[in-house]
Every structure is written in C-alpha cells, then in structure tokens.
C-alpha cells in the first residue's frame, strides 16, 4: 500500500516536480552553513596576512683548510614572521552586489546568508509542527473513531471547543504569555492552534472506514484492536493523512512568518519571518529595497506550491477517477 502510494505519487509529472523543489528547500536547510557566505549575524569580514621580516646578520666563516679562499663572507638570514590582521566593516543597507548578492541589511548583515540560513528554522518548524500535529490528530481520529461512546464524545467537546476559537488571535495570546526562547515555543503555539480541523476530518475517514466489510469480517472473526487499527484502517487512510500533513505544514510556514512578522515570535533568530519583520520595521518597501523583502516571500510562497503540487498526486491516490490510464 506505501509502495503504490509513492509510485503514483512519483508518477504525477505535479507532484513530482513539488517533491523536487521540496527535497531542494530540504537539502538547502540541512546544508545552510556550507552554502552561506557569511555568518548569518555577521557585519564583518576579518583578513588575516603573514608578515615577514628579514634581518640579515653577517658571520664570518672559519676553516681549518688555508688553501680555502676564506675571504667571503657567509650571510645567515633570520626570518621573523607575524600576524596582521584587518577588518572590514560591511555597508549598511546596500543594494545588490558581488559581495553581497542581495545586499546587507540595517546591521550590515548579508541578506543572502540570512535567507539560506533562515530556511533552517522555517523549513523544520512547518515540517516539525505538521508531523506533530498529524500524530496527535490520527491518533485522536482513530480513538474517537473506532472506540466511540465516552472517548468519542470526550474529544468531540475538546475539538469543537478548540473549532470555534480564531487561531490568529489564539496564536498571539499564548505567544504574548509564553517566553520564545528557540523554536520550541512556537511549534508549541502552532500545534495547539492547528490539530482540531485535521483531527475533525480523520475521525469521519475512520468511522467511514470503521463500518466497511473488511473491518466488520476482521472484527468477526476474533482480529485484536490493534491488528484492525494499523492493518486495516490506518492503511487505506494514507492519502488523506499525507494531504493533511501537506497543509498543517504549509500553515505552520504562513503562520511562523506571521508570527515573527508581528513580533510576536522570537526575532532575535534568523527566519524568513524574521527577515521580513526587520524589513518592515525599517522601512524597506519606503526605500525600494526588494531585495530585503521579496527572496524571503517568493521562498514561502515556493514552499506553499510545492505542498500545493504534491497534493495533486494525493488526489489522484484518494481519488481513482483521476488516475491517467
């Protein structure tokens, strides 16, 4: 069943090509520090050069043999080697250049080190957050949803209260309340804001699931719980859960600039979202500076289509009037 789904997910000349700029994003991130310039909260280069210093001090050269012309002098070099080292302070807010490809911003910072570093936190917060919030979500669905009665009505109030709450605003109160020290804290925020849809949508997947004949004749025959959960449920929900685990990353992206956008996150870390903060915080699109506020957007804004080009080969998978013969 796994091996069919990323066979026709492969197959999908879509998907395939959001799989390609998704594993490029990836492998940027894991790479950063290789590929990064500068440090990311560098202003300065330091170069270093090896000074040398001859001095010459004359010795006069002794044999025993007089026949030897003892006349000339044997000069013995001593060489003295040092350190010099300069510095060099890199301009503020410049545009575009060979040094800085995309320019420095208002700390002399270069923008390009700061946008292939940034795509460590941004990357690994939706993916991390979507992960989080698919395993809570599928195993709060498969309780509700095969279990029933108290469990099921148990977590319905807790989902449908969580529903009706906003979760920009709900993002920005516990942000206010939490101290953002790293990037736990704002997995945290998102998570909490982002399991009761996808938890909402499994559950009716799994009660679908739950009375098909294959369930009911495992159910019949004597099969364990836990054997009809992951043998027989869980795998014909593989699409779905994959789509949700595509659009909980996605929001956990938008939502994590959002959140340093406002100031709310922790912007003393380097993010697109970050990025985009001290760009409108010092004015960037007053001056024309684009090159501080549009490679971080059209970097999240990739992000989002290569989800979005993925799901189409996820549709496909969930639903089979689409598959090309």
Do not use: C
Request: hydrophobic share 50%.
């Amino acid at each position: 069943m796994i091996k069919d789904f990323f066979k026709t997910l492969v197959a999908n000349r879509k998907s395939l090509a959001g799989l390609m700029i998704l594993t490029a994003l990836v492998l940027m991130a894991i790479f950063a520090p290789l590929l990064a310039p500068y440090p990311p909260k560098s202003d300065r280069t330091e170069k270093s050069a090896l000074i040398e210093e001859n001095r010459e001090d004359p010795e006069t050269l002794s044999v025993d043999n007089p026949s030897e012309d003892i006349e000339k002098s044997i000069y013995t070099i001593t060489t003295t080697q040092k350190w010099e080292k300069t510095v060099e302070y890199f301009p503020l807010r410049a545009k575009p250049s060979r040094e800085h490809p995309l320019g420095t911003n208002h700390a002399g910072n270069d923008l390009l080190s700061q946008l292939i570093m940034g795509s460590r936190i941004s990357v690994f917060v939706g993916l991390a957050t979507g992960l989080f919030v698919i395993v809570v979500s599928l195993t709060l669905a498969l309780l509700a949803g095969y279990l029933g009665g108290v469990v099921d009505d148990v977590i319905n109030f807790f989902t449908n209260v969580f529903l009706v709450i906003p979760g920009l605003p709900l993002m920005i109160v516990i942000g206010t309340y939490i101290p953002m020290h790293g990037i736990l804290p704002i997995i945290v925020i998102l998570a909490l804001t982002s399991w009761p849809y996808p938890t909402r949508l499994l559950r009716s997947q799994v009660l679908t699931l739950k009375n098909r004949d294959f369930v009911v004749a495992s159910r019949v025959m004597g099969e364990r719980t836990s054997f009809i959960i992951f043998r027989e449920i869980l795998p014909n929900m593989i699409s779905i859960v994959m789509s949700q685990f595509f659009f909980v990353s996605l929001s956990a992206i938008l939502s994590e600039a959002t959140l340093e956008f406002i100031g709310v996150g922790n912007i003393t870390v380097v993010s697109w979202g970050t990025i985009l903060y001290w760009a409108q915080a010092n004015g960037a699109i007053l001056r024309g500076a684009w090159w501080w506020f549009l490679p971080p957007g059209l970097l999240i804004a990739l992000t989002g289509t290569a989800f979005v080009l993925i799901n189409f080969g996820i549709d496909e998978i969930s639903n089979p009037r689409l598959r090309k013969r």
